[in-house]
Each structure stands twice: as C-alpha cells, then as structure tokens.
C-alpha cells in the first residue's frame, strides 16, 4: 500500500477535522503547524523567566542575581514534580485522542488536575517551613540568602497556581490546541513583564516585587486556560466523573511522566552540585560566580525552551499517530524534528557566541560580571548543536511510551556524564594552574557530547525496529 493509499484510509477512520489532520496532512507541515505555537510559547517562557533576571539585575543589584539563581535549584524541583503530572498525563491524552477515545482522555485530565493541586500543596507547605536550610545547602550565604528567601517566599505561595496552569498547558497541546497553549504562555509573559516594571521599578519593591509579578501573570494566564476547559464541546473538559480518582490512571501518567521529571530533578541536583562547586573554586568571588552561572544558565535556556516547544509539538503527532498505527508518518516526523532541532541549535550558538558580551549587558552593568560571563557563555554552550538531536530524541521515546528509554536518556547528560566531571575536573584544573572554575564551564560541553552520542545509538536501533514494523505490518 502507498504512503498516498494509507492516508486516504486513515482519513476515512475519522471525522473531526483535527484528527484528520494528524492523521493525513504532510509531517512538515503538520510539524510546523502544531510547533510553531509551542516554540513561541517556550521561548515566552523562557523569556518569562529572563525578565525576572533581567529586571532584578538592573533594578536591585548583581547579588540579587546571585540570590535568585540560588532558587533555580527549588523551582527545578517543583517543575520536576509539575512536569511528571503534565507532561506524563499529555502523553497519555494525546494516544487516547488517536484512538478516539474520549470518556478515558477526560479521566486523565481530571487526574492530572488532582495531581497538579495535591503536588502543588505539599511543595508549598514543606518548602516554606525548610525554606532557610534548603537555600543554605543550595549554596546560599549570608549576603545573598536573603534575596532568595524573599523570592521564594512568593513564588511558593503561588505554587498550585502554578501547577496547575502548566498542566492545562500541556493538556492543550496534546489535544491539538497549540495556539491556545502559546496565547496562554504569552498572557502570563506579556503580564509579568509589565508587573515586574512597575513592582520594580515603580513600587521599589526588589525580590517580592519580581515574584510577585511571575504569580500573577500566572494567575491572569490561569484563568483564560479554565474558561477554555469549561467548554463541554472540547474534548476534554472539567467533568465530575473525570475529577474522580483513578489509581489505575495515575500509574500510567506517572510512569510516563518520570522522565521529565528525572530531566528537572536531575537538573535540580546538577545546580546544587556546581554552586556549590562555584562557591567553593572561585575563592572571595564565589557568589559573583553564582551570579555569572546564573546568566549563563538563564541565556541557555532560551536555546533549550526552543528546541523543548519543537519537541511539544511533534509530542501529540507521534503518540497520535503511534495510536492509530500509522508508522511511516511517526518516523517522518521525528526525522524533520532532529534535523530542525540541530539547526536550531547550532543557530543558536552561533549568534549568542557573537554578541556575547551584548547579551550580558541586559542582565548587569557590574563590569567585572560581564568580563566572567563572555568566556563562561562561549564554553558552556559551544557543543549545544550536538544537544537538539538528544532532546528530540528523549521526547520522541516519551511519545512512543518507552518510558524507560526516555528517562535513561534524560539522565545520561546530567548523571551519568556532567556529575562525574563536576566532581573531578575542577580539581583537575585547580591543579593544572588554569583555574577550578574553567573546570566546571567544561564539563558541561564534554558531558553533552557523550550523552548526544549515546542517544544517537539508542534512536537508531529504534528506527530500525519501526522500519521492520512498517515492512511487515
């Protein structure tokens, strides 16, 4: 049978429009058309969490930067627990769509509520009342623990808002709604943004005033998501029979949900590990480096929340179409989601190489921040274009429900490489005479080499098991 035949039967098996165009309409296009939205909503929240640095640096002071990077570490926890519900349960809804079965997508979008606010809640309670000992073992002192604590404070009270926001997020997405997701990214930026000025700038109000600002945007964002969601004609929407408890549900969005949330834990733990190790290397201009880690790993994310909204996007074609057993469309699009990745990537680098010491300039005028952050920036982030491909490739095993794939690739980069190279290489360097903390920006480029390598392997052994499938169906 033709690729021509088999989308003409593949139409005739549904009736919504959006399913057929999962179903039928060329993977590039198709791609484009569900990613696009989703690249502009994470580079908007990308941007979202550039604004609170940004605004800090040039309103409070450069230790103020060094205080909120301490907090990446806790926020990465929470998101970690988010993305394991969300992304987990968006998996799961968008497989049901394909195979049309919506009474089970409703009882994964109740549970994945229930989730986000129970998470949510519990993240809130323990992180206020361990607040203190948990910035101090993330590396916070006496000078930039207070800034912090008076971020975190806020953006814990928030927490369930927060949640549950970003898991009608993905909710919109996995059911073909990518346009509604990004217009609800880009409410909570635009909002944060004009908050942060003025809480900032115009009430004086420093660290609470920026957390203050990120809550309410959410809050703004929250409830355009809800009144989407109350609308019995999507298909999923709130319902009293979906809101019930279901273990059995549960189980499987967490089982899928593991590996995002392996991704942020591991982040968490890997922030820890080079503050610390920043602290400790860089002598009297310890905190500075946290500072300058701090921007480095905000500008970072700018490139990854790209390359993560492409993989958003191929998310609910793969599982969609892995549901309805149309093979050839999942590898076509996983071929044009790697190569687009990679170019994005290597993109990317190029320009932020460029204009370095530009880009800096909008988080501190602290001369001596900017002359440590243009080499940490150019080292860290000089094998990004080998990073693309992994990341696909880690969402293409998420989609397909290989779980176990999924999360042993996510955790190759963190743990297996980047860990063991935190813990030797600056003292290596430290040794050497060519500094300890040049031995922490490279670590992080070795280890995404070996890990990119590694996924290559694994996503080539998976096409040739879908290839064989497709041969003999």
């Known amino acids: ?261 392996s991704v942020n834990f591991c982040a968490c733990f890997v922030v820890i590990l080079i503050n610390r190790t920043l602290v400790e290397q860089g002598g009297s201009d310890g905190d500075l480096y946290v500072g300058v880690y701090g921007i480095v790993n905000r500008l970072a994310m700018l490139l990854l929340m790209c390359v993560m909204g492409f993989g958003q996007g191929m998310q609910p074609i793969v599982g969609f179409n892995v549901g309805a057993r149309l093979y050839h469309r999942v590898l076509g699009t996983l071929k044009f989601a790697y190569l687009f990745a990679t170019f994005v990537m290597t993109l990317g680098y190029i320009l932020v190489a460029i204009y370095t010491e530009t880009l800096v300039g909008f988080f501190t005028n602290d001369p001596e921040m900017i002359r440590l952050s243009v080499p940490a920036i150019r080292i860290v982030m000089c094998l990004f274009p080998t990073v693309g491909g992994q990341m696909v490739t880690g969402t293409f095993f998420q989609s397909i429900r290989q779980a176990k794939k999924s999360i042993f690739i996510s955790m190759t980069r963190q743990m297996i490489f980047l860990v063991p190279l935190l813990l030797v290489l600056p003292g290596v360097f430290a040794d050497k005479g060519w500094g300890g903390v040049n031995g922490v920006w490279c670590a992080m480029p070795i280890s995404d080499a070996l890990a990119a390598t590694l996924a290559g392997i694994l996503l080539y052994m998976q096409v040739l098991k879908i290839k064989r499938r497709i041969a003999n169906p």
């Open 1 to 261: 049978m033709t690729q021509s035949e088999m989308n003409a039967q593949a139409a005739s098996r549904y009736t919504d429009e959006r399913s057929k165009q999962l179903a039928t309409k060329p993977v590039g296009p198709l791609l484009l058309q569900f990613a696009t939205p989703s690249i502009i909503a994470m580079a908007a929240s990308s941007i979202y969490n550039l604004c609170d640095s940004i605004f800090i640096g040039q309103g409070v002071n450069s230790m103020a930067i060094a205080g909120l990077a301490l907090t990446f570490p806790l926020m990465n926890i929470s998101s970690a627990f988010g993305a394991m519900a969300g992304v987990g349960g968006a998996a799961q809804t968008s497989v049901r769509m394909g195979e049309g079965n919506q009474r089970q997508a409703l009882m994964i979008f109740g549970n994945v509520i229930r989730l986000d606010i129970t998470i949510g809640l519990c993240i809130t309670i323990i992180g206020l009342l361990f607040l203190d000992p948990i910035l101090r073992m993330f590396g916070a002192s006496d000078v930039t623990l207070p800034y912090a604590r008076d971020y975190m404070q806020i953006i814990l009270l928030g927490n369930i808002v927060t949640h549950t926001f970003l898991g009608m997020n993905d909710q919109l997405r996995a059911t073909g709604n990518p346009r509604l997701a990004m217009t609800a990214q880009l409410i909570a930026v635009f909002s944060n943004i004009i908050l942060d000025a003025l809480f900032i700038f115009g009430f004086g109000w420093g660290m609470r005033g920026a957390a203050l600002a990120t809550i309410l945007g959410q809050v703004i964002a929250w409830i355009f998501e809800v009144r989407f969601f109350l609308d019995k004609s999507r298909f999923v929407y709130f319902s009293r029979e979906g809101l019930k408890f279901r273990w059995d549900i549960i189980k499987e969005i967490l089982s899928i949900g593991l590996s995002p949330f």
